[in-house]
């Protein structure tokens, strides 16, 4: 057997769904090693990035460098390798030519058998499919809040203030935002356009009499949004 090439990752959401820390992903691997006599084990880590992308992970990166013939690239679980679909076949076609073997830990998966690869394929397939579902249903009830005036995140845009969890409109902060609807759609620039306010006596949201162009900014591209 050659060498056991270990790659171990967490993300911070990674963290929180499988509450695996790089030392346990480590110890896991290194035992599997142990087991089937490995006489080298290297080991290479990416901490706090995701696993959507493979080719901004420099960890994996260098791991698939050094894999090569006869070796093992071998993980905790799928979701440390990758998160997509189309990278983690990709991975398999790189251990494949290179006649390397892949081992996931968690899902039992061993590419030296032909149902180590379907199953390996399959899972891959469910991986991304349970993602496109969480992240279908965030997105609807992100939009049913907006739809509904409630608050679905960041700060709270001018011109409304928070009532609970419902973004209202604040009277005082409207007339600015009218004023700077009207001035930019006559071609005003922006510095031009604080001077406007500055003169009709409107305050920032922090309560500043003086308007920055960068402040004047980001409200007009919440109106384009």
């Known amino acids: 057997m050659g060498k056991t090439i270990g790659y171990i990752r967490v993300s911070t959401p990674g963290q929180v769904e499988d509450g695996v820390s790089m030392d346990a992903q480590d110890a896991k691997v290194r035992a599997w090693a142990e087991l089937n006599n490995a006489p080298e084990v290297v080991i290479f880590r990416d901490e706090g990035i995701s696993g959507k992308r493979s080719d901004n992970r420099p960890g994996l990166q260098a791991a698939l460098d050094m894999v090569?013939?006869?070796d093992a690239l071998v993980v905790y679980s799928l979701s440390r390798l990758s998160r997509s679909t189309k990278d983690a076949l990709i991975l398999a076609e790189t251990l494949s030519r290179k006649e390397a073997d892949l081992v996931s830990l968690s899902e039992e998966i061993d590419t030296t058998t032909a149902a180590g690869k379907m199953v390996f394929r399959m899972l891959a397939v469910l991986s991304e499919f349970e993602r496109d579902q969480v992240?279908?249903?965030t997105?609807?009830?992100l939009a049913h809040k907006k739809a509904n005036g409630e608050k679905t995140g960041g700060d709270i845009p001018f011109g409304y203030?928070?009532?609970g969890r419902r973004l209202v409109e604040d009277q005082n902060e409207q007339k600015a935002?009218?004023?700077?609807?009207d001035l930019r759609g006559k071609g005003y620039r922006l510095q031009a356009i604080c001077w406007e306010l500055e003169k009709e006596g409107y305050r920032t949201r922090r309560g500043n009499l003086k308007w920055q162009?960068?402040?004047v900014s980001r409200i007009i591209e919440r109106l384009a949004a």
């Open 68 to 70: 090569g013939k006869g």
């Open 135 to 137: 992240s279908d249903r």
């Open 139 to 141: 997105r609807f009830a």
């Open 161 to 163: 203030s928070l009532d």
């Open 177 to 181: 935002v009218a004023l700077i609807r």
């Open 213 to 215: 162009p960068k402040t």
